[in-house]
């Protein structure tokens, strides 16, 4: 059997100690990058909402304004006299 010098050992203690050193670093950044990627979509879900509130006002807006147009159309050929009615040659 063969045993390990003191070199020998405190070159693989080094090597666990920066493995884990190096694996705690990879779950630190992880766990970070989960964190904005979660605050990135909720702050894109609040934009969509946002949007979509706008998007429907201007919608309910648009059709009260065709509405108004359409009523005073309306409005207007109703206050026109009728056409003459012209005789017909027998």
């Known amino acids: 059997m063969t045993t390990k010098t003191g ?11 920066e ?5 705690e670093e990879r779950a630190k950044d992880g766990a ?3 964190t904005e990627y ?3 979509g909720r702050v894109a879900r609040e934009r969509m ?3 979509k509130a706008l998007r ?9 304004a065709a ?8 409005a207007a ?3 026109q006299p009728a056409p003459a009615k012209r005789a017909r040659k027998v």
């Open 67 to 74: 509405e108004k147009k359409a009523a005073e159309k309306e």
């Open 56 to 64: 429907l006002a201007k919608e309910a807006a648009d059709k009260k």
């Open 7 to 17: 070199e020998a050992r405190s070159t693989a203690a080094r090597a666990r100690a």
């Open 77 to 79: 050929l109703a206050q």
């Open 38 to 40: 979660l605050a990135q």
């Open 32 to 34: 970070l990058a989960m």
């Open 19 to 23: 493995a884990s050193f190096k694996k």
């Open 49 to 51: 909402e946002q949007l």
